[in-house]
């Protein structure tokens, strides 16, 4: 599998933008999808944008046009631009790739980084 290492996170107030990043190392031949996710203070996991090796992107129905998620397929980096922060977007974000055919939700992990909207 492959190692993914965030960073960008941190604290911000609201209406503020973040731009945290994700890098892929190892094994990284069979990646395909690379994505974000979020888990807040006792909340589940939850999808928040992800993108194919070709660019095509799909993102969580909260989104609503804040959030852009682009990569660098030859810095095997993918970024998630987060604009107009609010307090409920607080949460750890999560990288996460995966390969064709493998389960969303599976794959390779990150260690998370902290995302933290307040005044």
């Known amino acids: 599998q492959a190692q993914l290492a965030e960073s960008g996170g941190g604290l911000v107030q609201p209406g503020g933008s973040l731009r945290p990043s994700c890098a892929a190392s190892?094994?990284?031949?069979?990646?395909?999808?690379m994505g974000w996710y979020r888990q807040a203070p006792a909340k589940q996991r939850e999808l928040v944008a992800d993108i194919t090796s070709g660019g095509s992107t799909s993102y969580a129905d909260f989104v609503q046009g804040r959030f852009t998620i682009s990569r660098d397929n030859a810095k095997n980096t993918v970024y998630l631009q987060i604009n107009s922060l609010k307090p409920e977007d607080t949460a750890v974000y999560y990288c996460?790739?995966?390969?064709?055919?493998?389960?969303?939700?599976?794959?390779?992990w990150g260690q998370g980084t902290q995302v933290t909207v307040s005044s």
């Open positions: 996460n790739a995966r390969g064709i055919g493998v389960t969303p939700g599976r794959g390779s």
């Open positions: 190892g094994s990284i031949f069979s990646i395909h999808f």
